[in-house]
């Protein structure tokens, strides 16, 4: 099929302007009309019209849209991200079409030909796009008319811009899908060997923004690898149900033609053709479904990037970024900034809203396909390209901080932090968990009175709270204790640790023996 669709040669078709011999001009009402007496290509090649290009849907129009309407309406600006995915569309429908019998080999191979010359055109940045042929179809289908003339104008039998713009984006969204995941695997990858680089550092973990229980350092940071992994499942969801082709959906209601939309389907790595056409051009769910997942792995970054804005601050002084991903102050020669984390955190509410934009743009459009549809590829870019540069800035982040052990260790000391763990000591002795929470509140209550930690308190000290306490008692209380009585799967207990870390880098494949 790839042969068949990228021919190994090109013999341009000259356009008939570029050629010097002899011209047949005539002039029907308003139109003006050129061709060339030499040209294999018979009929008209480039018609004019007030001196502006007729559309190539103008047939029924008198008058030319006017500039502020063309300026307003065009989208070839932005919507030109898709020229290899229209192209692609276009090889599909031609080699169908031929195939059907409803357009001859020949004008087959001259179209791919000229296709695959556009697309050399514009990968070279020789391509001018124009915006007077309004978006990125038009601007391919009018400059392989300029190229090879009569064919071109079979290219679009059994097509419309409806069925095609939203065949270009379900391709360009399976694309962006795998560039996303290849990202996300990286940051998981980098979260990873910093896990690997900290082995059993504890670290104090946090409810409501205050301290709680002590966890290991790896245990929190794996547990961002699988808020990444749940959005690579998501997004692989996406793809997967995005997969389907509207081709040949025409502009709402499909067409008489005996065309093979299985066929183009097929051709074009889709899972099936879409059932029915009119949902097939006005549907945007792939892109809403898109843009949610974009979001939700958004809002993952900019967590972690909040707890590293934090944690790099001179309050909590837990980690120090390397200069290299670091900014200063324009006024205050002393600071250094986690910037990239903080406009990771700031990008996250550019990729929400791009979500917000289109759910309101659908909210109100009837069935099938409406202009206003043009306004999805905007926010649909933004926010892939933002995601990924969140995605890469993040991992790069993450293979460039130091945490400061003397520091998280010397903060290890407030906040009670083993008080749950003396707890389920007392349940261990047989004492309801309800009692055992009021015990070891008075017993913080005492420790509070007297400025000092749990383990701190003497035997005497802790059997006038309770008699139930024993000597033994003091194998759970500190935080590195705390960390070893932990033993429920999942857990930040150390062997449940090390279970969730060996499960990670034999899933990503790292080299563990390797340095992190």
Known sequence: MQSLFKPSTFTSHPHPLHTVPKYRIRKTGRMLGISCASDPMPDLLVEKKLGKEVKLWGGRFEESVTDAVEKFSESVSFDKELYKHDIMGSRAHATMLAHQGLMTASDRDKILRGLDEIERMI???????????????????????????????????????????????????????????????????????????????????????????????????????????????????????????????CALAGTGLPIDRHMTSDALGFTAPMRNSIDAVSDRDFVLEFLSTNSITAVHLSRLAEEWVLWASEEFGFLTPNDSVSTGSSIMPQKKNPDPMELVRGKSARVVAS????????????????????????????????????????????????????????????????????????????????????????????????????????????TSINPVFDADVYDFLGVENSVEKFCSYGSTGLERVAAQLNFWVNTLNIDSHQEP
């Not at 910093?194 to 966890?215: C, D, F, M, S, W």
């Not at 549809?373 to 995605?391: A, C, N, R």
Request: net charge neutral; hydrophobic share 40%.
């Open 123 to 249: 990968e070279s940045g020789k391509f001018i796009w124009r915006a007077d042929r309004e978006d990125v179809h038009m601007n391919i289908e009018a400059a392989l008319t300029d190229m090879i003339g009569e064919p071109a104008k079979k290219l679009h039998t059994a097509r419309s811009r409806n069925d095609q713009v939203v065949t270009d984006l379900r391709l360009w969204c399976r694309d962006a899908i795998d560039g996303i995941l290849t990202r996300i695997k990286q940051l998981q990858v980098a979260l990873v060997k910093l896990a690997l680089k900290n082995e059993g550092l504890i670290v104090p973990g946090y409810t409501h923004l205050q301290r709680a229980q002590p966890v290991l350092l790896q245990h929190l940071l794996l547990s961002y690898v699988e808020q990444l992994e749940r959005d690579a499942i998501r997004f692989v969801n996406c793809k997967n149900g995005l997969n389907f082709c509207p081709l040949g959906a």
């Open 355 to 462: 979500l917000v934009s289109l759910l309101v743009l659908c909210k109100g459009l009837p069935q099938a396909y409406n202009r206003d549809l043009q306004e999805d590829k905007e926010p649909l870019f933004d926010s892939v390209k933002t995601i990924k540069g969140m995605l890469e800035v993040t991992a790069e982040f993450a293979q460039n901080i130091t945490f400061n052990r003397e520091r998280i260790q010397r903060s290890l000391h407030a906040g009670h932090l083993d008080a749950t763990t003396l707890a389920d000591y007392l349940v261990k002795k047989g004492v309801p968990f309800r009692t055992s929470h009021d015990i070891v509140g008075r017993a913080v209550a005492f420790s509070l009175s007297k400025g000092c930690q749990l383990c701190e308190l003497t035997l005497g000290e802790l």
